[in-house]
Antibody
Framework: QVQLKESGPGLVKPSETLSLTCTVS????????VSWVRQPPGKGLEWMGV???????AYNSALKSRLSISRDTSKSQVFLKMSSLKTEDTATYYC????????WGQGTLVTVSS | DIQMTQSPSFLSASVGDRVTINCKAS??????LNWYQQKLGEAPKLLIY???NLQTGIPSRFSGSGSGTDYTLTISSLQPEDVATYFC????????FGAGTKLELK
């Protein structure tokens, strides 16, 4: 069955770079695109960016200068890197599959604090 | 980027009430509009895709409508388990979520 699972550090310092991994199973990354979505505590959902089945990427304009999404198809993994972290980047980070967003990971909480 | 304006932000209703939540896009999104339900501590759950298509396993009291820039999620008879936050998502041009509607029981 389709599964996605996020992993990464729970705590990152301001100005540092966040690295997260989304490990998927039950589908191929070359057939389905995967997005990253984040949600600050008690707030709404923000689409961050996507890696398409052909490996190209697209980003939220507000985050584009700090964000990079890549993948390793052999390991069924999608990676998020976001630089110059601020306290307001504290959020639960999710990965989700295709335009339906019918499949989500369980989310990983990242706290940005010194 | 397409902007999504969702209303109301907060809604209080009684069991059995008909509930409507609205999303307005900043431009025509050609019915590329999905709705999600999110309960506390959980990932969002797809309810409706492409304006009016009910996702498998979702109760028929949920329905969607709309066209152009204006879209609506309707719960025909509110149940206690429907207490949650609801989000719309446009997928006409990249992706944009609405800000959410928190639904509680009166």
């Amino acid at each position: 069955q389709v599964q996605l699972k996020e992993s990464g550090p729970g705590l990152v310092k301001p100005s540092e770079t966040l690295s997260l991994t989304c490990t998927v199973s039950g589908f191929s990354l070359t057939s389905y695109h995967v997005s990253w979505v984040r949600q600050p505590p008690g707030k709404g959902l923000e689409w961050m960016g996507v890696i398409w089945g052909d490996g190209s990427t697209a980003y939220n304009s507000a985050l584009k200068s700090r964000l990079s999404i890549s993948r390793d198809t052999s390991k069924s993994q999608v990676f998020l890197k976001m630089s110059s972290l601020k306290t307001e980047d504290t959020a639960t980070y999710y990965c989700a599959r295709d335009w339906t967003f019918a499949y989500w990971g369980q989310g990983t909480l990242v706290t940005v604090s010194s | 980027d397409i902007q999504m304006t969702q209303s109301p932000s907060f809604l209080s209703a009684s069991v059995g009430d008909r509930v409507t939540i609205n999303c307005k896009a900043s431009q025509n999104i050609n019915k590329y509009l999905n709705w999600y339900q999110q309960k506390l501590g959980e990932a969002p759950k797809l309810l409706i895709y492409n304006t009016n298509n009910l996702q498998t396993g979702i109760p028929s009291r949920f329905s969607g409508s709309g066209s152009g820039t204006d879209y609506t999620l309707t719960i025909s008879s509110l149940q206690p388990e429907d207490v949650a936050t609801y989000f719309c998502l446009q997928h006409s041009s990249r992706y944009t979520f609405g800000a959410g509607t928190k639904l509680e029981l009166k």
